[in-house]
Nanobody, 119 residues
Framework: QVQLVESGGGLVQPGGSLRLSCAASGFTLDYYAIGWFRQAPGKEREGVSCISSSDGSTYYADSVKGRFTISRDNAKNTVYLQMNSLKPEDTAVYYC????????????WGQGTQVTVSS
């Protein structure tokens, strides 16, 4: 089955950390830029981070810069999002997709993983 699957979300206290994974099956991630996006209730989808397919260059939204790190392990066909110093405003469903643009279109996208930052 061709799909992207996110995992690693959960409930964490402010200041805590989580590592999200975006694993591909049925196709190779190597050829794609991979974007992480998030959407909180009542808010529009927001681009969080992106990593290129070619040189590994990265992009971060200002709201997460210095706290989140995106990386890819092509051998594991997986992209990661390390999230540190989490804040309540980071609470959202996090998605990955095979493009960096918020509007898409995407060849593949995942079902999302919930991240809740709360004490």
């Amino acid at each position: 089955q061709v799909q992207l699957v996110e995992s690693g979300g959960g409930l964490v206290q402010p200041g805590g950390s989580l590592r999200l994974s975006c694993a591909a099956s049925g196709f190779t991630l190597d050829y794609y830029a991979i974007g992480w996006f998030r959407q909180a209730p009542g808010k529009e989808r927001e681009g969080v981070s992106c990593i290129s397919s070619s040189d590994g260059s990265t992009y971060y939204a200002d709201s997460v810069k210095g706290r989140f790190t995106i990386s890819r392990d092509n051998a594991k066909n997986t992209v990661y999002l390390q999230m540190n110093s989490l804040k309540p405003e980071d609470t959202a469903v996090y998605y990955c997709a095979t493009d960096c643009g918020v509007a898409g279109p995407y060849d593949y996208w995942g079902q999302g993983t919930q991240v809740t930052v709360s004490s």
